[in-house]
DNA sequence: ATGAAAGCGCTAACAA
DNA sequence: TTGTTAGCGCTTTCAT
């Protein structure tokens, strides 16, 4: 058994309100005498006294603590795999919801038998959704909770434009990408993609490479898609010397890029004077690889970040606006699209 | 204001005890007529009520929440960097947590005014201590705290003996990159490390490089321990063909093994025929580079869910015995101890 | 099979 | 400045 305030207040010779008020109320608001403050501060800490933050919770109705959900109907996302899409959201989530003075909690009845059960029951004061899929299901979940939501890695249009949302602006890092290899002189580029991956990001930035290769005036036919299969059987011809006929390559993601990479040198291509390649995500394992992999980098980070600062905004009662946040990516400039090879330290 | 017990029993005309028992007892207790059940769970559902959870915590002095901490002092964990060790430990938490009905908070007080306030005070029913660096300020805190606690990463001695602790075998798991190379043939087999990672982690692996060289009958003096600084000017001083002495290297960690494999090659070495290179962790990029890197892996997903079960087992009043569990390292061997050249596929 | 009543620890309106 | 009182929503004896 714990100590309570009420042990408090009788080894104090007070009631449990003024123990309440010495001990947790605002500094400004508290009107009780130094001395009889400094009895109450004493007697606590002679018993070692902790307030019960479940008590408090359920009393003050609030939790300070923010939850993180996922997209259901999939494998809820990893920390460790793939390219740290969730890992580095789940840092730039945790530092801003701590500076704020929130915990964050990951919870399991979402992914249960009664997901729709951990929206509203009081255990979270806001909610981030992680949106892997948007689907009609997962919205009427969210119709259905009470507390404010931001929802990331989605359009507001994908749900019905009633949520904060926070994503990489796709298109735009596509778009650099783009100019890049331009600005280096190349004319003929192809965009690969992963057949297995074909979600929405992925067709996102296959559009925006459309787009962006229209707006320099090149054309882009069926054949400047490169759809590689689980089998890389599809890699290894396009390799072939009489087959390659791109002199680079946006790869939608980092692996399949990294594969690109090795299987091009397999094949006699030097990259990046053959072939530059250009990856997406700037994994970490991009300066581990030779070349080192060009990658369009997103703010994950500071998307997890804005996400958590613009929902903690809306359970100031702020209203956001606008409803979505578009943040820009960056390109990170390796040795897979420069001409110049590494060289030894003198 | 939300729907409570108490709206849900006056529309099926009934008590709030009763609605209690249909909604959330066990079924095997509840003795409530099939009618008067079916009266309250349509009643629930016309209101869309849900549990306050707060509330049910509060009255049942119970989270089912599990509080992921780490050492003071010390810069957060990240999930995103680094050779993943606390993020895959994550997800193998989370996982083992969810399985059992558990959530996973990480909690901010932990890390600021007063860290020790959020140990007992009732917001978790069971800890997972992610030891950093044991200091003996940790192991006061540890003591102050009420509830049941897991250590991870860290020795049962390092903490007097006193709670359940888990890690991985990097003694055993350097005998495993030893053992591979001497039965390659090798001989001459070195030890690398960062002389800015000279963590407790560290020097347990050249401890233990050590001691199995010893056990295979082979000398270890202090040339074969190269030591690189942050400017890596050693690691280009110790490959100068002339200067090269070993044919095997382990190195303490996978991002050093990394270079080592680039700048060898660049000091025109072959991997693995000149120098074989063994490096810890297993990290993603291992698959990346070429050669693919052999090397030593932690069961950090086993580490986490390992921890968690045995937090829910004391949680559950089993004392745990033994004290400490070391979990085996395994060897992913890869191209940078083997001969074979990569092939292209036929 | 159902109901009445008490209380978990805390805070806040109101009273003194 | 301090105390009294009530109640947050839920579960759980103990009655009926």
Redesign the pocket.
Known sequence: ??I???DVAKMA??????V?RVL??KASTV???A??AERVRVAAHQLGYR??VM??N???RQTRTIGVLNGRGLARPSFAKGPRYFATLMDGIVDAAFQHGYSVTLCPQLLGEHPEEGLSDGRFDGLIWYSIEPSYDTLRELERCSVPIVIVHAHAKDFGVRYPTVIADNPQGIGLAVRHLIDLGHSRIGFALDRDAMNVETMERLEAFRFHMAGAGLTVTESDVIKIGTDRLGLHEYLTPEKLVHSAMIVHADGLAAEFIVAAQEHGHSVPSDLAIIGFDSTEFCDEIRPTLTSVSQPLFDLGGSATHRLIQLMGGTPIDPLELLLPCSLDVRGSTLSLPPRLPS
Request: proline share 4%; net charge positive.
């Open positions: 058994m714990s309570t305030l009420k010779n007070v009631t449990p309100t003024v309440s947790h109320n009107r009780v005498s001395a009889t307030v019960n008590a408090r359920f009393r003050e």
